[in-house]
């Protein structure tokens, strides 16, 4: 399969298949979830450097991604000058060398049999759909008891991995952690754009239970934290260890399919996320037939719908969250993970005065800019960017279209600074902001590396 990410935001052209090896993939059960704890899909990601010289991927921007094309790819590994492509690994430093394959064909893969079955595995068929009622304790669990709310968008350069928080006992405490809402790294020669030192999420102090993970979509820059150390191809792919506090520990709110069929599709790495978290007991699929819940803290989880002219892609089909930050005033943080506003605000039952703004998709350039919400306050909403300064985010029209829609106050992840020792851009939006003055970070004697460095 194509991953639709790294070619959908990528300027210079580098498209990247992940894929399955056929033979692991003919001995595998007939859905993802039927397998045996022994097996595991073996999986390659291959990166070429000219898409363009195989027929088959051609015109491969013509294909709407989610259409359920899969190409069969024949490769080799090579030390030789006649390489046309790399394996792309998870994590790669700017010294990672570049192992080189050759590929010798790509064609598109017409066996419906073979194609139905890595359908049922990319649709996370067969897994177990969570009740509406387990998705709502999850919720409620993971938002009660937070004295003062604030929405922690982390620098974890070109991906996105954002935190509901409780500030209450700030400064003398820091903010420990109710949700995470996406858990991302940037992965293959993004990775460099983390900062230096990586900043850990985990490291934040937990709340009471172990915050559960919401995960917008199943691209891999929203989820790949969940990988411990690598990356390394073996001689069966990938080999992935998995961080078993991202995954023991705590359970995964994933979207899947909607109504009609159409939605996410899992690329044969992300169904290694998938089995990793149902072989613990954490995997969560949101119900196909829901539209929205609110916690009973009033915080929301939206399912995004694409509206005519939106792809039905990962992006536009996920899971999106609203934080409530003030009861008082009902002011939210909407946090749309790549969806465009228009995919998210349709499946709200109410209109929410969204006071701050994660800016959709690392502040690419949206299809509907007239859906951004206006700021609620524009003397103190704030946006904030998460991106890693790879691909031109965020884009010149993606702020100036915030900006006539009263987003005055914009923060960047990949703006970086020194704060009390620590050296990142995390973005911190609060309702409390109001209240406190931003002194109160620099001067804080407990900040950790998670604090926010802007508020
Ligand atoms: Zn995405
Ligand atoms: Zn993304």
Redesign the pocket.
Known sequence: MIDE?AWD?GDERTLVLDGVEAGSFSRAGRTLFANEALWEPETWLIALDSPVTFPALANVTAHAFGEGVWYRVTFQRTALADANGALYPLQASPDTPRERVKVTQVEELNDIRIRNKLERFARLQGGPRATKAEVKALLDAAGADIAEPMLVVYDVGQ??CNALVDAGACPGSPPKVHLFFDF?VPTGWNYPTLPTPALDPLSSPPATLPPPVVLSHW?M??WAAAVGGGPHYGRTGAVIHWDSRAIADRKWLVPSRGRGGLGQRLTPTAWRLALALHRHGNLMIWPTLMNSVRSAAGHWIIKCVPQPGVKWDN?NTGLALSALLCTRYGDHALCP??AEYSSILTNASQPMEIFHLVAS??GANLTHAHAIPDAYYSGMSTLAFSHGAQYGHPKAGAISDHLSHGWNIQHETHNRRALAGFTHGTVGLSYWQRKVTHKMCSGCASRIATCPVWV
């Open positions: 990410n935001t991906g996105n991302g691209d820059d929203h992006n993970g790549d998709h690392h």
